[in-house]
C-alpha cells in the first residue's frame, strides 16, 4: 500500500511540473519519463495523434538517439500503436508478436516483447497514448502497472491541454503585440513622417530654402528616429502629469506645417490630460491621425477643434470643410488609420463617431471617461 500511495504522491507532482513547462515537447518528455519511471518499463514512449491515423508528436524514453537514429524514423502510429488509438482501450501483452494486430518492428529497433499501452482519454478526446515495453525485472506487466498508468494518464491530459491552453496564450498574446506594435508605428513614426513629406514639399514650391528651413526637417528626422528608439526600448509612454491637452493639440497641428494652407482654430479648456499615460499616448495617436488625414486628403481650408470636458468624460471634436468622403465606405474597407482610431477609442472605454459625406466636409468626435481604462 505504502508503494502505492507514493507512487500516487509521484504522479501529482510530475503532473504539475509537465503543466508549468513552456513547450508541449519539454511537458510530454517530463511525463513519458515519469511513465516509465512508475511502471519500471526499459522503454517508453508517448505520442500525440495527428487526428489523420498517425502521430505527429512522439517522445520517448529508455532509447538512446544513437539507437533513434539507426531506426531511421519515429512510429507513424500503425500496428499495435494504431489499434490503441483506434480502440481507445488499454492493451497489456505479454508478447506483442502473438498479438495479431502486430506489425512488427523495422530494422534495427530495439527488441521489445511485453506492451502496456494505455490511451490518454478524457471526455471522448484523445490526448496521447503511452506505449511501455519490457519491465526492468523481466516480469510482465501486472494489473497494478496498468492501474498507475491509467491514472497517470488521466492527469496527464489536464497537464497536456493547460499546456496547450497557455500556449493558445501565448500566441494571442503575440499577436496582440504585433498588432499593438504595428498600430504604434502607424499612428506614430509613420505619421511623424508623412509631415515632413509634406513639409519638403511645401520647400519644394519655394524659389530659394532657408537653411533654416533644413533644420526643421533634420530635427523632424531626428525627433522620427528618437521615437524609434524610444519604441525599441519600451519607454514610448511619456509623463503626462504636467502635459495639457492645449499642448498636445498645438504640437499636432505644428508637426504639419499647416498654417500657410490651412486655417486652424483651436478652442480647448486649460487643463492637464486627464488621463493614464498610456491612454493619453493613445489619444495623442487618435487626434494626431485625425488631423493628419485632414491634412493629406480633406483638401479643407479651415479645421475647427474644440475639447469639452464634463464631470466624467471629456470630448474632442474636429470639423473641417473638405471635400468630405463616404464614411460608410472607408469603414467596409478597413483603412488601417480609422480602424486604429476605432480600436483605441474602444479600448479606452470610449467612443469614435465619424460624420462625412462627399462634399460636405468631416465632423470627428471623440468621446472618452475621464478616468478611462488601461
Request: charged content about 20%; hydrophobic content about 45%; proline content about 3%.
Amino acid at each position: 500500500m505504502n508503494t502505492i500511495i507514493s507512487k500516487l504522491n509521484r504522479i501529482t507532482v510530475a503532473v504539475i511540473r509537465a503543466a508549468e513547462a513552456p513547450q508541449l515537447e519539454e511537458a510530454l518528455q517530463h511525463i513519458v519519463n515519469v511513465a516509465r519511471e512508475l511502471s519500471g518499463a526499459r522503454f517508453a514512449a508517448l505520442g500525440m495523434p495527428d487526428n489523420k491515423g498517425g502521430l505527429c508528436m512522439f517522445k520517448v524514453a529508455g532509447i538512446s538517439t544513437e539507437q533513434i537514429k539507426a531506426i531511421g524514423h519515429l512510429p507513424v502510429g500503425k500496428g499495435l500503436l494504431g489499434a490503441i488509438m483506434s480502440e481507445r482501450q488499454t492493451i497489456r501483452l505479454d508478447n506483442m508478436a502473438l498479438d495479431p494486430r502486430s506489425s512488427g518492428f523495422p530494422s534495427h529497433h530495439p527488441a521489445m516483447q511485453s506492451l502496456l499501452g494505455v490511451p490518454i482519454v478524457v471526455g471522448g478526446q484523445l490526448f496521447g497514448t503511452f506505449y511501455l515495453c519490457d519491465r526492468e525485472d523481466g516480469q510482465p506487466f501486472s494489473q497494478e502497472d496498468e492501474w498507475i498508468i491509467e491514472i497517470l494518464a488521466g492527469y496527464a491530459a489536464l497537464a497536456i491541454s493547460g499546456v496547450e491552453v497557455n500556449q493558445q496564450r501565448n500566441k494571442l498574446a503575440l499577436l496582440e503585440d504585433r498588432e499593438r506594435i504595428r498600430m504604434e508605428l502607424h499612428d506614430g513614426v509613420i505619421q511623424s513622417l508623412y509631415a515632413l513629406g509634406m513639409h519638403v514639399d511645401l520647400m519644394r514650391q519655394l524659389e530659394s530654402v532657408h537653411p533654416s528651413e533644413l533644420d526643421t526637417v533634420v530635427n523632424g528626422l531626428n525627433d522620427a528616429i528618437e521615437q524609434i528608439r524610444h519604441f525599441i526600448m519600451n519607454i514610448l509612454l511619456q509623463d503626462y502629469s504636467s502635459y495639457s491637452l492645449n499642448g498636445m493639440l498645438e504640437e499636432i497641428i505644428q508637426r504639419f506645417h499647416l498654417v500657410d494652407r490651412l486655417e486652424v482654430t483651436l478652442a480647448c479648456p486649460a487643463i492637464r490630460a486627464p488621463f493614464t499615460p498610456a491612454v493619453a499616448e493613445g489619444v495623442r495617436h487618435i487626434l494626431h491621425e485625425a488631423v493628419s488625414n485632414v491634412a493629406r486628403h480633406s483638401q479643407a481650408t479651415q479645421l475647427h477643434i474644440t475639447v469639452e470636458q464634463r464631470t466624467s468624460w471629456i470630448e474632442f471634436r474636429l470639423i473641417d470643410n473638405g471635400i468630405g468622403f463616404d464614411s460608410e465606405q472607408a469603414r467596409q474597407q478597413g483603412g488601417l488609420g480609422l480602424t486604429n482610431m476605432e480600436r483605441r477609442a474602444l479600448a479606452y472605454g470610449g467612443k469614435l463617431v465619424i460624420r462625412s459625406a462627399i462634399g460636405n466636409g468631416t465632423e470627428l468626435l471623440l468621446r472618452l471617461p475621464t478616468v478611462a481604462r488601461l
